[in-house]
């Protein structure tokens, strides 16, 4: 879980443009064990993030989330 954290917290490093993948279960201890506070919501994911009473628009609404293609889950 730390490249996630480094991934969302640093983006001057050289990993930064890189498409880290990471499993379900890393993704789930990550967001299970971090908050996040929005700033200006640039640099926000809107699907995944947890922007809503903290949770995410992919946790909130899962079908919705399953329409979306894969290459707008990081869309910010």
């Avoid at 880290?20 to 967001?31: G, I, K, P, S, Y």
């Avoid at 700033?39 to 979306?68: H, K």
Wanted: proline residues 3%; positive net charge; charged residues 30%.
């Amino acid at each position: 879980t730390r490249w996630l954290w480094f991934s969302r917290t640093d983006n001057t490093r050289a990993w930064a443009g890189l498409d880290l993948q990471f499993t379900v279960e890393e993704r789930a201890f990550f967001f299970a064990s971090t908050t996040m506070q929005i700033g200006n919501s640039m640099e926000a994911l809107f699907w995944e993030d947890r922007w809503i009473d903290g949770r995410s628009v992919r946790e909130t609404a899962p079908l919705l989330y399953a329409c979306i293609p894969k290459r707008r889950h990081k869309l910010r």
